[in-house]
């Protein structure tokens, strides 16, 4: 996020966001307009055409940065070469291109397999974020991780609460977890910014930047404070966020801590630090760290000796 009232970059994705490309092509024109960025993310249905559709290929061209949604589902629906054929094809038109990838594990080898084959076909052109399944979305009803003994908690700064999601309904939250999002679960009241409905920018944007309990996430982590502000941890990251306001207490807590000196430094010093991290750092902690650093994958020299600063 920026220090004006702009997004820095927007996140299309879905569902499946260029089944909509007019209003895709509109939002990313709008957000240039205003000096913002663009980036979509596909499942490529449109892949198994002769050539790109108009309206897409319009929508494409006029995003700061398309990404390709691949797994094992998705090629049972489009063939792998097909996918390959339109970046290909994008790549070469200069389009600034890169996958999302996802698998059953760091030992699958359905992702060593795709992930030795984008390499070899695009030649390292094409950067990567390799996660695992999570049971959300199509996955609820048949993925479960196993039972893992936890270590102590320690602050463990949540990264994606600085990315705020407008849901279907105009609801916006301070993170994209696709259950807060599907409405799986009931949403949690420290999460929710506000409704495109009634709600500008600059609005949410303050909400997200000044809100104690959204603040305290990025810097310490929901375990961290269910543990040390009376809370309940749960087997999960994303699950304990979920009730850390179930006890009014934790809220309020946080909120007469919020504004003191000690915590104002913490913020800053963690915000540092998570910046300097860089991308390969986000990619272990959200995705398969054997994987992290094919998001750099593309980049020239001094791009990457930046990134690891």
């Known amino acids: 996020m920026t220090t004006d009232n702009r997004p820095e970059f927007l996140l299309m994705s879905g569902g ?3 089944l909509h490309p007019q209003l895709v092509r509109r939002i990313a024109e709008h957000a240039r307009h205003i000096g913002a960025r663009t980036y979509v993310l596909s499942g490529m249905f449109f892949a198994k055409s002769r050539r790109i559709p108009s309206a897409i290929r319009s929508a494409i061209l006029a995003v700061d940065h398309f990404s390709a949604s691949m797994d094992v589902f998705h090629e ?4 792998r070469k097909a996918v390959f054929k339109v970046l290909r094809q994008l790549l070469d038109e200069g389009t600034d291109v890169s996958l999302q990838i996802v698998g059953l594990g760091p030992d699958d080898p359905y992702l060593s397999d795709l992930v030795n084959d984008v390499r070899t076909t695009f030649d390292d052109r094409v950067p ?10 199509r996955a609820r009803d048949w993925f479960t991780r196993e039972q893992q003994t936890h270590p102590p908690v320690q602050q463990t ?4 609460a600085a990315w705020p999601v407008v849901g279907f309904d105009g609801n916006v939250t301070a993170c994209g977890n696709q259950d807060v999002m599907d409405g799986n ?9 506000g409704n495109i409905l009634v709600d500008d920018w600059a609005i949410i944007k303050e909400r997200c930047l000044s809100s104690p309990m959204v603040r305290a996430l990025r810097t310490v982590g929901p375990q961290y404070l269910a543990r040390n502000l009376g809370g309940r941890v749960c087997s999960g990251y994303c699950e304990t966020c979920w009730l850390l ?12 801590v919020a504004d003191e000196p000690r915590t104002r430094a913490l913020e800053v010093a963690t915000e540092l630090v998570t910046a300097e991290a860089g991308p390969v750092a986000f990619a272990r902690q959200w995705g398969i760290a054997r994987y992290a650093e094919l998001v750099l994958l593309g980049l020239s020299e001094q791009e990457r000796a930046r990134c690891h600063a």
């Open 245 to 256: 306001s179930e006890d009014p207490s934790v809220p309020s807590q946080v909120a007469r």
């Open 157 to 160: 700064p949540c990264s994606l």
């Open 76 to 79: 049972q629906e489009v063939p």
């Open 128 to 137: 990567m974020f390799v996660a695992g399944v999570a049971p959300q979305g």
């Open 16 to 18: 499946e966001a260029m």
């Open 185 to 193: 679960v009931p949403m949690p009241p420290h999460l929710l910014l």
